[in-house]
């Protein structure tokens, strides 16, 4: 149960016995800002009072009359103009916890979503080399974006978008070759200027030497060129496949650029757009500022992206006549929008933020406004080890690779660190903290909740060989009368909002900051037992009242379970 969904549908209820056929469509049901104000407030009075022609305050104290007689309820106060705030009875804390225990793993589980169908582009990195550590946040973030909204109810597809057209994937292909005569005998001396350095395209030329022999050696480029674009793209896509399933990571679909164009599929989305008279021949004003060098007043073919909210409209073709990065990508997104996705969402580095607006605008205009393109920019990652920039092993030729860094800490921590910030913010990546055993570490503090509570539970099935078997019923859970206690049930029965208020938000940090929040709740009652014996877990002469916290402690290890599993991080019974 959203516990605020269901008080505000109950407000809803209250209102409309006082005033019918009111808006309320703008009443809300949240947590106070302070929580010595109760556990849910509502603005029902503030937002209805023109409408219903009451004051306030007046009309207030009508909806607290009755609020008071709900079974849940156990004060109600008006507060302020005519804030409402609601304190819940103990009772109700206590179904709570059931719910949790009843549920477990799959506590906070939603319909939200309906079944409707979401499409999740990430990583898309270039197929030109091995992920590396800037490629590991979008792809963390990409992940556990998709498993956050399939909780809350979406249909998702984890979507990956191979840039295999451009000019980049001819000069892997001279990149191969380069390796490919190196693998036959031959001296190649330093790798030139505008080729991949990178030691990871040797397998590739060593694979190329063992299917076409020499061969291809003394062909011109226009023979093998075309052939080496496939065979070097495939190599990169399954190093790079290798180098994901190392973080965890697995995609639904990959759609080929190149398949894309091969296919027709750009001339049809400019075809139909020019059919709406959204295309046109036009010569776009200078940038403001200093004049690029290479500018020139020139007709284009341009689209009217600013007829969409763009700040300029964008070319479609270059100069050579060939099409631009947007034609392919406007041509891509018209693809998902067929494929069923009126819901999109990509994730891009922070590099791409000029090409956003352009984008959402190209986007509305193929799907006449039926589709929604929400950009996730991620921004870089500083490496760092002690606090200083730190530099690891460059198999790669230039930078960090990504499997580097699941090597040295491992994948659940790199999954789990990259998600401590919203995506828009940098991100610092310090590979000492990231394995201190402290509460500075997120990681550390969460898992140690988590394998604490296995620890009491194994302790207790020594004492108690049936304390771990069925739930305890609310009676029994209704011996945990401590504020620590309830505090913490009060917690864990926030997580279904959570997960809603999170997947609506496409912003899976705030399950980060949730379980830091539980595990730092957890932990607190835990200190509380070492100075209160009463308040220790496993008490030997009251065995109701350690089911009951073991139960409570069943339920934090529920919902800490539901959160990394999100994050696609397993939860550890024992910390090593």
Known sequence: ???????????????????????????????????????????????????????????????????????????????????????????????RLAEVLDAGVSYGQSDMGKGAKVNVEYVSANPTGPMHIGHARGAVFGDALASLLVKAGYDVTREYYVNDAGSQVDVLAR?????????????????????????????????????????????????????????????????????????GVKHDVFVSERGLVEAGKVQDSLDYLSAKGLIYEGVLEPPKGKLPDD??????????????GDDVDRPLRKSDGSWTYFASDIAYHLDKYRRGFGSMIDVWGADHGGYVKRMQAAVKAVSEGGGDLDVKLCQMVNLLKGGQPYKMSKRAGTFVT??????????????????????????????????????????????????????????????????????????????????????LIRLLAGWPRLVESAA?????????????????????????????????FLIEDDRELSLARLGLLRAVVGVIASGLGIFGVTPVEEMR
């Open 402 to 487: 990504l499997r580097d860094l699941v090597e040295a800490v491992g994948k659940d921590v790199v999954r789990f660190i990259m998600l401590t910030r919203k995506n828009d913010a940098h991100l610092d990546f310090d590979l000492d903290k990231v394995l201190e055993q402290s509460r500075d570490n997120p990681v550390f503090y969460v898992q140690y909740a988590h394998a604490r509570c296995h620890s009491v539970m194994r302790h207790a099935a020594g004492m108690w060989p049936e304390a771990v078997g069925p739930v305890p019923g609310v009676q029994v859970l209704a011996r945990l009368t401590d504020p620590a206690e309830l505090g």
């Open 1 to 95: 149960m959203n516990l605020f969904k269901y008080f505000r549908e109950e407000i809803i209820k209250s209102v409309e016995a006082i005033a019918p056929g009111l808006d309320t469509s703008k009443v809300t049901a949240e947590p106070p800002r302070e929580t010595s104000h109760g556990d849910v407030a509502t603005n029902a009075a503030m937002v209805l009072t023109k409408a219903a022609g009451i004051k306030p305050r007046d009309l207030a104290e009508k909806i607290a009359v009755a609020l008071r007689a709900h079974p849940a309820v156990s004060e109600v106060e008006v507060a302020g103009p005519g804030f409402i705030n609601l304190r819940l009875s103990d009772a109700f804390w206590f179904d």
């Open 504 to 536: 609506e938000a496409h912003e899976p940090h705030r399950v980060a900051f949730y379980l830091y929040d539980l595990a730092a709740a957890f932990h607190g009652l835990w200190n509380k037992g070492k100075d209160e014996t009463r308040l220790r």
């Open 175 to 247: 990149s191969a070759f380069l390796r490919y005569r190196e693998a036959l005998g031959e001296a190649i001396g330093e790798i030139p200027e505008g080729l991949y350095p990178g030691e990871y395209l040797k397998p590739a030329g060593e694979a190329l030497a063992k299917k076409y022999g020499p061969a291809l050696k003394d062909k011109p480029e226009d023979e093998w060129l075309p052939e080496l674009r496939g065979f070097a793209v495939d190599a990169m896509l399954e190093m790079i496949k290798d180098d994901l399933a190392g973080l």
């Open 295 to 308: 500018w020139e007043a020139r007709p284009q073919t341009l689209f009217k992206a600013t007829q969409f």
